[in-house]
Nanobody
Framework: QVQLVESGGGLDEAGGSLRLSCAAS????????VGWFRQAPWREREFVAA????????YYADSVKGRFTISRDNAKNTVYLQMNSLKPEDTALYYC?????????????????WGQGTQVTVSS
């Protein structure tokens, strides 16, 4: 069993930057792809970014491509999401999730372990 805890959310202005962290405990998740998802009020949860188990492959939603960067440090059992050029529409509760598979994917139903989320709010 893997427990995931997100941190790093907060309030920022449009154009600013935040870095989210997803720390795993219980066991290593170095064999699992990890994804970030977000859910804004009144909207369905959507895919943001994912990274392969080794960190060699990444996958981004079009809405964040070029602004967000996902990375991981398996020695620290942590995955990061660097968010630059933030926009008000990035405001959401951000979740990290670990997949049973090693390759990055956007389907939330292929992720088995989820954190509780961290709130990101971007003001205009």
């Amino acid at each position: 069993q893997v427990q995931l805890v997100e941190s790093g959310g907060g309030l920022d202005e449009a154009g600013g930057s935040l870095r989210l962290s997803c720390a795993a405990s219980g066991r290593t998740f170095s064999s699992n792809a990890v994804g970030w998802f977000r859910q804004a009020p009144w909207r369905e949860r959507e895919f943001v970014a994912a990274i392969s188990s080794s960190g060699g492959r990444t996958y981004y939603a079009d809405s964040v491509k070029g602004r967000f960067t996902i990375s991981r440090d398996n020695a620290k059992n942590t995955v990061y999401l660097q968010m630059n050029s933030l926009k008000p529409e990035d405001t959401a509760l951000y979740y990290c999730a670990a997949s049973r598979w090693g390759t990055p994917r956007s389907d939330q139903y292929e992720y088995d372990y989820w954190g509780q989320g961290t709130q990101v709010t971007v003001s205009s």
